[in-house]
């Protein structure tokens, strides 16, 4: 067999990266359930669409120039480009990914699911009042000119971030942090929903919490793709020591999230509900992302529990300001991102040891850095691009169509017809 | 002929179908139509929980049902319903419902063309 | 270790064996989700019922003679059969395939989900006036008949087809085509559901699009497993670069043609609509079915723009004819197998070099060979069968329950119980 | 790279064993679902959390104690302990699982599994009265020094079950043993549901079958995880012949057990139902999984029919009897599990030979003892802590909290806000 | 003015929509609303299963239609409800269902204010 | 005695209610029932699209308020869900809806057993 790369494929590796791939694909038909659940009944199906939609667009993108932007030479650790990556016409089916020994075109549609997934991310924040056309055309903009560099910068190997050491696992940074802040971006450009414009306790209730749950239960189920499978970055064979050790740490920060949040919403609030159980696993998810290969699992229990407890606060903070955030992108993957992003660098054991094994802050003024820098940048390119889209089409429905909901407004469909016969 | 609509609790539709059938009818055959409603009034509705934020809907859920009898049925059946839709052990609390009676003129059974008391 | 197989088994290709193995089959339900959010409520039990009774019944039907009939030693490569794959007797559990270098049983179990799933396909086209029980001994029926041959014919080394040097890299031609082609003859043996006789527009509305477009997320999922699991025909070890490309370009039509499925939508009808990007997906998936290993990821978005588009007009085709196909399995399978089969020879480029890469139609030619076999013989197939069991017990439920709907009629169930309390 | 291990990690079976503890926490979500669609609306989230909690408190209590008790150094067989153990402090990643040539942690992970279904199981029987908060403490107690212990005893090389040669593959034992009976005692502590109370035919109709059949199918997804993954304890490396073997046998048993759960129930009823169908699945896999990688592929389909048509017939017993096991934990999970142990010493091949290939009755009378030690063990311990936490705080919710559901009164929430706007 | 209440098998909507629009209006401008109830009366409700167990719901689905007319239209308005709802090829059958008359005191219709006759 | 019975545009409800309280009760006690229905009228269904074909159904989603008053109350009742279910910022618009009044001649109080106005 003639071979165009210098390291045999290893079938264990790619069979474990394929696996990976497909789980955290099957995260975002699981996001659109748990966002889906959640919003009034009118929304359900165009906030699933976000979802859907991020599969199609950022589907074609980055096979088309996505990947080549993040991955590709690096121009001064900045961003990436190849001619040979557009299209992936030069990427020939039995190249192996650098020393990596799986297929290119593996570890390609491995990272083109992180791509997909974080503006479906964002769209949490942006629920029941968002223009189709304008998301459309925002999150191919995102993905090319915020999200592209920003993955580069922090998981190629001539990436600044990464040159500088930051650690991210599996994209607290890129995918959580930029995610939660483009959110909270803008949600306040979009404004509240006309509901919530100055009325106090208006009655919003979730269309279906049994959905919801569903999502949750496919997300925990394809985060260990997403986390497991970004042993990738550290370890050949993939599918090794770190892959499981990546794979506790998530169990574990998942369970004690949950737990925490459940707990903290008792105490807060009277009683313990299904969303906050699920809310909690997310919660505790997004904080290990950056984490997941680089902590021992009791310090995932430890970094679970801060999760939920922490993440619940910012949901009851964002609650006082009163920002529309819909389903809280912000305050549970921006603030649990950098929560773990900033974490990383105090509990981490290998392959460096952080602050709290060895006394020395340096990898937590790294992970410092990493967090500033992705804040700033999703921060400004999101209100740019934002703008820019606005001033377009207008990122919002008419008012008439968020009154009578998006789902028969913009793609002329009901969610459900339970009416007899 | 009368109309007789009771807004009741949703749980005790049950225990006002038994009483009906013991008033109305031996064999079960009695009649009547049921739907779900939501109603305001003293009894506020269960406060709901949304990611800590407490939630007071304004409408409470209830089951509404309507029968069409004769005259002479009017005082047993609004008995009825009022011996099975009061809370269990207790006097009345807020929220057990109302019981509303209107005029009814002509009643026809589709299935026969019947009209009247007859087709009640 | 005593073994039976003159090879070893290697961890990496069976992991990636069993997990395609298991993926496929979670394309049942999904399907089943995808079909039976589509109907009316009074029909969705029934629906969901078509794919798990073919769980059942092809499920034991596959272990006890299918796989004999399909793989067993050729006869004149129309048929195999082997005394001893009976009910798999003579199937040692340390034997492997061939010369593969997976268990033979784990061989055996991925091809059974693809003969479960195909007939599953098919009931689409049949919901809501189908008679379980003739369903059921058509099923059966038909795996045997109709589809056992024809997977022989392609996939067996002795096939015809497969000798002639037909490609079908996954089920293009064997699963796609022969589901569509046999859902096309049954409904019209059947005829229109009793709103759609004579009537203009009649009003049959999906009770609950949210679990379509989770079908569709399981489904595009599991295709993963599908596409990519299907490499076992083609390398040693399976989860290599055969794989890897299968996976890229399942990834690559998929969301192209969710893309044009909803741009054409939106173009045609006015608005993009969530049931059309779901659409969409599966359309793609099809597509690429028979191409995904033999072409490009660049070539794969190609072939997923046509698809969505092709097989949207091929839905409105169907309006306009009035075939009562209730969710569209001619439409999108039908043609989009035949769409794949036909342009994998001209896209192709491993191993062979179709139309466009090397100006020789050869390929094309046979491709167009396979296509006509698999029309013919599954049309007739299925239009001998369907008449046979429409004598013994008739096709269609009878006028008084279509009407109540089957879910109460025939299974003595409701979908839901949503009423208050 | 240094390694703490005697043999090296194997890439190919450390991808199946992490697939397979992610499929098996699948199956969480996957019996959320499958219970949640069959109680009525107003129990639906409460239904469902039971299971999430046992993600949350299990998760949480097997990284903490429940390993260390189940697969420490063995007290007399009887119990392990490590203090290395405990909170998985000694635990490096780069650590195997003795001889095997996975990471000791993803073998952790992989247990931690079933000990989180477990008891999710048990919650079946006590749907829509339990107390929240005794079911909380209860499931940490129970996993604690119910499940822990027998774990121990079945499947620590030093267990004295495991020495006296009981074969219990995947849990046929262990998980659903000592899940029905505990299920059947607690039912029985519990009492009643309030409307079953004294009458004879009160009507509890399934709110949403949909998700239950999703669920079922979930199921079998993950269920493939569950028994092919537990090959780990008897082939290195691990994906091999006996996963191959497991897999098919799985495969088999749930198909026949369909089938024959659908037939039993059409000639005893009159009709065949949609959740028929998915119970019978859920039987043949439960009564499979003690023999999954010991018997053929056609005795699996035998231990299938019969799997359905018992459980099918205890669940009519349960009825005759008037206990209140909601769900019917017992009648499939304790019935089925029963009858999977006792006939895998009569239908075992691999690596004994049972009663029907030798006419030796050994292995029946270990099994026989196995049974019986998980039902005794299971049964008396359920019943002390059953006691234990009715005392303290009440198993059961107040008459009003149960007429006005669980969803309402202990966690605010409502499944479904479906009416218009 | 009147307000006839018909409570008629749900899946014989269709057809008496159909009737309706032959009496009361040519050009599809007829007027009427329409819930899901559930009814009690002589037809028993279809079995269901659940594990083998048999459950004989007390009530069956049926659909509520509610017309408000003038006086005139009172008699054409019930022939056609009860034409649209006898089961088909049928002299009708046991829950074909009944019709209600009721005074109607006032009808105003929001969108001008207007009120009576001319309203509804 | 009334019963004032409304149909008006789902998304009108919360302006109608806050049209009542502000009417009827100062502290938010006022009843009211409501329920879902659907209705044809001038106004025609939006359009839904199944797979590229339109489907206009014959059935639009409206909102039914029922209210038991005293006769006393009956028109500023009326008034009150004119204002809250008039299209916003319009003068009204076709689909607003109708206000049906109907005779009522016994309310029970099922808590207590009280009868008539004192009842309501
Ligand atoms: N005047 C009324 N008009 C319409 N519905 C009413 C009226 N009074 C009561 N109801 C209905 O009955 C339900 C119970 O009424 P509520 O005020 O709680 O009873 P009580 O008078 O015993 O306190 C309400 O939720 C509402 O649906
Ligand atoms: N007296 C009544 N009061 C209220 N609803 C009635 C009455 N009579 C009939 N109905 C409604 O009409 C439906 C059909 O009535 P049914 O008794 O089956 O008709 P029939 O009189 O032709 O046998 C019932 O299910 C019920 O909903
Ligand atoms: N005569 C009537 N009988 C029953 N329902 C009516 C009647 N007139 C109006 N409605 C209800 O009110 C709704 C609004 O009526 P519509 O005809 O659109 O109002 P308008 O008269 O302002 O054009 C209808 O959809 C229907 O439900």
Known sequence: MESTSSVAIDAGSTAWMLVSSALVLLMVPGLALFYGGMV???NILSTMMHSFVAMAVIGVQWISIGYCLAFGSSWHGVVGFDPSLV????????????????????????????????PALISGALAERLRL????????LWATVVYAPLAHWVWAADGWLFKLGVLDFAGGTVVHIAAGVSALVLALLLGPRRELRGRAAAVLL??????????????????????????????????GAVAGLAFATTQAAAAAAALSWMLVERWHSGKATTLGIASGIVAGLVAVTPAAGHISPAAAL????????????????????????????????????LLGAVLTGVLCVTPVAGLLASGDPTQLGKQLVGVLAAVVWSGLGTFALGKLV??????????????????????GERGYHLEQA | MKLIVAIVRPERLDAVQEELQRVLDEEDRYRLTVDSVEGHGAQAGEVELFRGRAIRPRLVPRTRITIAVNDSYVDRTI???????RTEGAAGAVGDGKIFVQPLEEVVRIRTGERGERAI
Request: proline share 3%.
């Open chain 1, 40 to 42: 009034r009944r009118k």
């Open chain 1, 87 to 118: 299209a992936l016409q030069g990427v020939d089916h039995l190249k192996t990914y650098g020393d990596k020994r799986i297929p290119e075109l593996v570890f390609i549609m491995f990272q083109g699911k992180f791509a997909i997934i974080t």
């Open chain 1, 133 to 140: 056309r304008s998301y459309l055309v925002f999150i191919a």
């Open chain 1, 206 to 239: 979730p269309n279906n919490l049994p959905l919801t749950l569903t999502g949750a239960g496919l997300l925990w189920f394809g985060w260990f793709g997403f986390n497991a499978g970004s042993a990738v970055a550290v370890e050949t064979p993939v599918a």
């Open chain 1, 302 to 337: 430890v970094l679970g529990v801060l999760s939920g407890v922490v993440c619940y606060g910012a949901v009851q903070w964002k609650h006082r300001v009163g920002v529309d955030d819909t389903l809280d992108a912000f305050a549970v993957h921006g603030v649990g991102g």
């Open chain 1, 390 to 411: 606005d001033k377009l089409w207008g990122l919002r429905v008419s008012d008439q169509q968020e009154r009578d909901g998006l789902d028969i407004s913009t793609h």
């Open chain 2, 79 to 85: 008995d009825a319903i009022v011996r099975g839709a």
